[in-house]
Nanobody
């Protein structure tokens, strides 16, 4: 059974940076597709960024140029580097990975952007 464990969330001031991590355990294969989502209070979960197994990346307009998704296949871990954070980036951030044919969610990590 694959498990995803996220870390790196916290409280940061506007304009600050955070790096989120999502470590997968329980699989000897690398994930085919990796994504980050987020869910703000009272809102639906939204997609933030994604990366394929050949390292193609795509970003939501809301975070484009302010975040970078990356992966370390040796560690079966993916990252989300977020810069120039804004109060509207406050949300629970979730990672999602596909290990064909199944997909898995992390438990979420809280990011709060506030002065």
């Amino acid at each position: 059974q694959v498990q995803l464990v996220e870390s790196g969330g916290g409280l940061v001031q506007p304009g600050g940076s955070l790096r989120l991590s999502c470590a997968a355990s329980g699989s000897s294969r690398s994930s085919a597709v990796m994504r980050w989502y987020r869910q703000a209070p009272g809102k639906e979960r939204e997609w933030v960024a994604g990366m394929t197994d050949d390292n193609n990346t795509v970003y939501a307009d809301s975070m484009k140029r302010r975040c970078t998704i990356s992966r370390d296949n040796a560690k079966n871990t993916m990252y989300l580097q977020m810069n120039a954070l804004k109060p509207e980036d406050t949300a629970v951030y979730y990672c999602w990975m596909m290990f064909v044919p199944d997909s898995y969610w992390g438990q979420g990590t809280q990011v709060t952007v506030s002065s």
